[in-house]
């Protein structure tokens, strides 16, 4: 079964980086059959992909267009667990944020089957 | 970026009703379409993947059907622990994105 703890700050102050880790347990991080992704939810932008990393013979990360100038997902295979950085927030960043699974499936990424309990992340001073 | 229009916003229904969400897409997207429910303080869960296909351990009475661009989601009878939020998916050429979701509320 897999498990997905989440961890990190629930207050950021503007401007400043938000960071969160995401532990796997029942998986790696290593695998070729998974990707690891972050998403956030907020009432004003619902359900939103940040971004994800994923395995396949190197690394690879990609980034919604939304945060791609802010954003950094990490693998850390010493620590089966991956993390996300996002640069400069402002209040707007103020979301739970959950990591969450995508299993390959038929060559892509479609879906998220495993996930965080997530974090809610406030961005004040 | 494609965009997802789900109705309704709120539903409510009597247990043993059949409830029906619909999700439309802004361009076809085969049947790459999720559909997840979420319980207040709780993450998402995945319900139906690839428009129709049950996930593991999911109940029967869950449903999914369509492609292209519109997409329906089905209670078959209405259980009290089905009061959640459910919103779709879905996933095209590294983009994905969500509804806003239908919030369901026994009568």
């Known amino acids: 079964q897999v498990q997905l703890q989440q961890s990190g700050p629930g207050l950021v102050k503007p401007s400043q980086t938000l960071s969160l880790t995401c532990a796997i347990s029942g998986d790696s991080v290593s695998s070729n059959s998974a990707a690891w992704n972050w998403i956030r939810q907020s009432p004003s932008r619902g359900l939103e992909w940040l971004g994800r990393t994923y395995y396949r013979s190197k690394w690879y990360n990609d980034y919604a267009v939304s945060v791609k100038s802010r954003i950094t997902i990490n693998p850390d295979t010493s620590k089966n667990q991956f993390s996300l950085q996002l640069n400069s927030v402002t209040p707007e960043d103020t979301a739970v944020y959950y990591c969450a699974r995508s299993p390959l499936y038929y060559g892509d990424y479609k879906k998220f089957d495993y996930w965080g309990q997530g974090t809610l992340v406030t961005v004040s001073s | 970026d494609i965009q997802m229009t789900q109705s309704p916003s709120s539903l409510s229904a009597s247990v043993g009703d059949r409830v029906t969400i619909t999700c439309q897409a802004s361009?076809?997207?085969?049947?790459?379409l999720n559909w997840y429910q979420q319980k207040p303080g709780k993450a998402p869960k995945l319900l139906i993947y690839?428009?129709?296909n049950l996930e593991t351990g999911v109940p029967s009475r869950f449903s999914g059907s369509g492609s292209g661009t519109d997409f329906t989601f089905t209670i078959s009878s209405l259980q009290p622990e089905d009061i959640a939020t459910y919103y779709c998916q879905q996933y095209d050429n590294l983009s994905y994105t969500f509804g806003q979701g239908t919030k369901l509320e026994i009568k």
């Open positions: 690839d428009a129709s």
């Open positions: 361009q076809d997207i085969s049947n790459y």
